[in-house]
Each structure stands twice: as C-alpha cells, then as structure tokens.
C-alpha cells in the first residue's frame, strides 16, 4: 500500500475515534524514535518482560525486538497497562541461533549493537555515542547477555553501580538507560523523529488498533476506493 492510500485510509479511519483521541495520537507521534530500539535476549519473566514495555513507550521507543532462543516472552497485562498496544514488537525464534541473526537484521537497518554488560571497554549512558542508530541489547534474568551477543556487540554499555548486589533488575537496567539516553537524544542535534513515512504507518497501526473489527472496515473501504479509480 502506497503512502497516498495509507493516508486515505487513515482519515477515514479515524473518523470511527473521537478528535480527543486523534489529538492524543498527533501529539505522541512526535517524540516517537526509531533511532533507538531495544533487543531483548530470552527474558521470561512476565513482571520484567511487561516492564520493559512500558518503560519503551513511556521514553518514546516504537520498535522491541524479542529473542527467543529457549526463553518465550510473556507479557503481564497489570504491568503492561496495555503499553504492548502502541509498540512494534518484532519476534525472532525460528533460527538455531536467533540472537545473531537478529544482530544481522538490525545492522542491515543501519544500527550498531550495544550490549549492556559490565565489560572492561564498556560506556555509561551519559558517555555513550548517539550520533548513529543504537540497539540496545538486554540480556536475560539470571545470567545477563549469552556469549554470542556478547562477542557480536559493536560496543558495550553499563550502568555505574555503588553497592554490594552484582547488578540491577533487567527492567530496572532498561529503565534507567532508556531514560537518559532518549533525555539526550532529544538534546542533540540528530534526526531522531520519524520519518513522514513512518509517522504515518505508526499513527494507521494505532488507529487500526483503537477500532473493533478494523479488518471489515478497511476492506469494504480499500474496495470502494479501488472501484472508484
């Protein structure tokens, strides 16, 4: 579907949500960034896993990609507060190693891989480069990142820590990383916005989102068009 249709549907679309929502919608779109993604590796705890998600939306991050190498990612919807609804969540586990080929995609999207792990080359967030795209890899519950996304990594990243315990709580870690690092994206003089084309294809899936039985609307709608041509 061309940008022309997408933006016809998407008006009339959004006639079926009331002009509060459209608002809330035009208003959220801008601060959300693709320029910043996170990867999560074999996290399975619900709690964590839904966690993590609304930290995302909270800080404006539209794409989480999901690894599922023996771990699947569940959600609890408490925690969540529906914030699943407004991300793009991407899952990989149909390869025998899923965690590089993730790695693979994501580099071919023109980010480099920053795996958060206490590393002896390792930046802070508030050291680290965002002049290019970052994905930033979290590692799972128990034992951090696997060997692989560890040797794979472009560069690494961890959080100063003062205390006895080893290491924060996964979606502690996402929390406090995401917020600085998109606190000084947003400072710089990067295109960290989306672009036309994005903004549009992300404000169509959350309208999509908001309407019950969409996929009759949009079918009988998307034939009329195509009958008017």
């Known amino acids: 579907m061309d940008n022309t249709t997408k933006q016809q549907l998407l008006d009339y679309l959004s006639t079926f949500l009331t002009e509060e929502r459209q608002a809330l919608f035009q208003r959220i779109v801008k601060y959300r960034t693709k320029h910043l993604t996170v990867v999560l590796e074999d996290i399975y705890q619900p709690h964590n896993a839904s966690a993590v998600l609304r930290t995302c939306d909270l800080t404006g991050v539209l794409d989480v990609h999901i690894i599922e190498n023996r771990n699947q990612y569940e959600l609890n919807p408490e925690v969540a507060l529906g914030s699943s609804k407004w991300l793009n969540l991407n899952t990989y586990n149909e390869q025998e190693n899923n965690t590089l080929d993730t790695f693979k995609k994501l580099r071919a999207a023109g980010y480099k891989i920053i795996a958060t792990t206490p590393h002896k080359n390792s930046q802070t967030p508030d050291s680290i480069d965002l002049s290019e795209k970052c994905a930033l890899v979290f590692g799972t519950e128990l ?24 290491s924060y709580n996964i979606s502690v870690s996402a929390a406090l990383v995401l917020f600085t690092l998109t606190e000084r994206m947003r400072k710089k003089n990067i295109n960290w916005q989306l672009s036309e084309s994005e903004r549009l294809q992300t404000l169509l899936d959350w309208t999509r989102r908001s309407i019950n039985k969409v996929e009759g609307i949009e079918k009988r709608f998307l034939e009329k068009i195509k009958t008017e041509e």
Do not use: K, Q
Not at 152 to 162: G, K, T
């Open 143 to 166: 034992t951090g990142l696997s060997e692989p996304a560890i040797h794979d990594a472009d560069e690494y990243l961890r959080i100063p820590m003062y205390g006895f315990t080893e």
